[in-house]
C-alpha cells in the first residue's frame, strides 16, 4: 500500500537552530514528492516539487532533497515566522490525480 | 489575480442531512482537487475534475459526488451525513495536473 510517514510529529526549535524533516514514502515508481506549508486554519501552501532521486531545490531558508526512499526538508537560522505544519505529498503510480498526503510536522520556532 | 476562494467558510449540519461546497479556482486554471482534512491529520484525496469531467477518485463512497462548471468552479455535495464526515473540506487548482496546487482557505464542516 502507498504510505507516506513523516518525523518527527512536531519539532520545538530555538531561532537560528537549524534542523531537518523527514518523510519517508513507499510507493513504486514515484512520479513526483511534493512538500507544502500549512498555517493553522488555513489551506496548504505550495513550496517544491521533487521528481528524481538527487534532485535539490532551495527557497529561502528551505531546502528540499530527495532519496529514493525518503525526502528531507533543511530548515536553516529558522525564524519565528517559519513555524508552522509541514505536509509532505506523494503523486500516486496508480493514479496522476491522486495525492497522498503525510500526517505533516508541525514546527514551533521560540524567539 | 484571484486565488481559491470556498464558500461557506464554516458549516454546521445534522446527522442524515446533504450539504453542497463550492470553490472558485484560480483564474486560467482548468483543474479541481477535494480533499477531507481530519484535525491532525493531512489531506485525504477525495476527486479531482478536469475540464468538467471527473478524473480520478480516492476511497470516498459514492455519497460524495462532485460538479464543475464551465468557468471551471466546482462543488463538492455530501448526502446522507455522518459524524465522521466533519473536517475541513479543501479545494485546490492548478493549470493541469497536480505538480503544483493552490489551495483554497477551506470549509470547516461539523456534523451533530
Known amino acids: 500500500e502507498d504510505q507516506v510517514t513523516q518525523s518527527p510529529e512536531a519539532l520545538r526549535l530555538q531561532e537560528g537552530e537549524s534542523s531537518s524533516l523527514n518523510c519517508s514514502y513507499t510507493v513504486s515508481g514515484l512520479r513526483g514528492l511534493f512538500w507544502y506549508r500549512q498555517d493553522p486554519g488555513k489551506g496548504p501552501e505550495f513550496l517544491f516539487t521533487?521528481?528524481?532521486a538527487g534532485e535539490e531545490k532551495e527557497k529561502e531558508r528551505l531546502k528540499a532533497t530527495l532519496t529514493k526512499k525518503e525526502s528531507f526538508l533543511h530548515i536553516t537560522a529558522p525564524k519565528p515566522e517559519d513555524s508552522a505544519t509541514y505536509l509532505c505529498a506523494v503523486q500516486a503510480p496508480s493514479s496522476a490525480s491522486k495525492i497522498i498526503f503525510g500526517s505533516g510536522t508541525r514546527l514551533s520556532i521560540r524567539p | 489575480e484571484t486565488g481559491v476562494t470556498q464558500s461557506p467558510t464554516h458549516l454546521i449540519k445534522t446527522r442524515g442531512q446533504q450539504v453542497t461546497l463550492r470553490c472558485s479556482s484560480q483564474?486560467?486554471?482548468?483543474?479541481v482537487s477535494w480533499y477531507q482534512q481530519a484535525l491532525g491529520q493531512g489531506p485525504q484525496f477525495i476527486f479531482q475534475y478536469y475540464r468538467e469531467e471527473e478524473n480520478g477518485r480516492g476511497n470516498f463512497p459514492p455519497r460524495f459526488s462532485g460538479l464543475q462548471f464551465p468557468n471551471y468552479s466546482s462543488e463538492l455535495n455530501v448526502n446522507a451525513l455522518e459524524l465522521d464526515d466533519s473536517a475541513l473540506y479543501l479545494c485546490?487548482?492548478?493549470?493541469?495536473?497536480?505538480?503544483?496546487?493552490?489551495f483554497g482557505p477551506g470549509t470547516r464542516l461539523t456534523v451533530t
Open positions: 521533487l521528481y528524481s
Open positions: 485546490a487548482s492548478s493549470p493541469g495536473g497536480v505538480d503544483e496546487q493552490y
Open positions: 483564474s486560467g486554471h482548468n483543474t
